[in-house]
């Protein structure tokens, strides 16, 4: 992992324990005593979705260790990565967060696709990430894509490189969170197939 995700982690991790200190706050009181959608075409390859789960999120959880134990959608790659979406979730600031797993499901080391970065110069820099990630909300026909922090720097998971046969690698990206009223979103990924998603 690299020290730059390290840093968005832990910047992202201490707004959301701030937020939920505030609405823990907010819950028990105090008594005084104390972008718009191209239709791009996509590759060839599976995803399948599922209801999202009404379970909770486990305490505790970082950006970066998504509750597996819920799944929204199953993407499975030509290239022999698989993407499970565990998440996609509001937050208090008005942004949605999606979590999942990248697994690379062959015998062999597979190099994270350039495609992933995106094509701003911006994020560029960054090296390999997920910042070329989008949602797109056919509602509203409003494409997102995943925010940027005041260096230009994606709110993502970094440093995907090299991946070895087998391994899983907990993802997160951050979006601008669409109206209340949309329910589900596409999630899409340069080279992978289209997922549709529910949000919590």
Request: glycine residues 12%.
């Amino acid at each position: 992992m690299s020290i730059r995700h390290g840093m968005l982690t832990r910047r992202w991790a201490t707004g959301v324990t701030a937020a939920a200190m505030a609405a823990l706050l907010a819950a028990c009181g105090g008594d005084g005593g104390g972008g718009k959608s191209d239709g791009a075409k996509q590759p060839a390859g599976s995803a399948s979705s599922v209801p999202a789960s009404q379970g909770s999120p486990k305490e505790g959880s970082g950006p970066t260790v998504p509750d597996t134990s819920s799944t929204l959608a199953t993407i499975n790659g030509t290239n022999g990565f698989q993407i499970v979406l565990h998440s996609a979730a509001r937050d208090q600031g008005g942004f949605l967060t999606v979590t999942g797993t990248v697994k690379n499901t062959t015998d062999k080391t597979l190099i994270a696709p350039i495609n992933w970065n995106g094509e701003e110069l911006n994020v560029k820099r960054t090296g390999p990430s997920l910042a070329g990630a989008t949602l797109v909300d056919k509602t509203d026909k409003k494409r997102y894509y995943v925010l940027r922090d005041t260096e230009g720097f994606p709110l993502t998971t970094t440093g995907i490189s090299a991946v070895k046969a087998g391994e899983t690698i907990s993802i997160f990206a951050q979006f601008p969170a669409p109206p209340a009223t949309t329910t589900q979103v596409d999630f899409q990924l340069p080279l992978m197939p289209v997922a549709t998603i529910e949000i919590s």
